[in-house]
């Protein structure tokens, strides 16, 4: 298991972007799937993106076309480029790898 901290979040425009990264205190080169929920108020917490240690990704339907998520082994690091940013995509984003999950990071789209 390792430890997760999140950052690049922030307040932005609509129609802007963020890079959310999310380091690793250790190796990740072992843990089969990483990602990225989010949870805004009132709501479920829901799949943002996945990545699997082969390279595929799954997307949520709402974000597709819009965010890009990758992974770097060397690095330990998941990231994820969100462009576009709508205002229904505020909510804190958290990450996961394998059974670990970071504390979250707020994201906030609005004019």
């Known amino acids: 298991q390792v430890q997760l901290v999140e950052s690049g979040g922030g307040v932005v425009q609509p129609g802007g972007s963020l890079r959310l990264s999310c380091a690793a205190s250790g190796s990740i080169f072992g843990i089969y799937v990483m990602g990225w929920y989010r949870q805004a108020p009132g709501k479920q917490r829901e799949l943002v993106a996945r990545?699997?240690?082969?390279?595929?990704?799954n997307y949520a339907d709402s974000v597709k076309g819009r965010f890009t998520i990758s992974r770097d082994n060397a690095k330990n690091t998941v990231n994820l480029q969100m462009n576009s940013l709508k205002p229904e995509d505020t909510a804190v984003y958290y990450c996961?790898?394998?059974?670990?999950w970071g504390q979250g990071t707020q994201v906030t789209v609005s004019s």
């Open positions: 990545i699997i240690s082969g390279g595929s990704t």
């Open positions: 996961y790898a394998g059974i670990s």
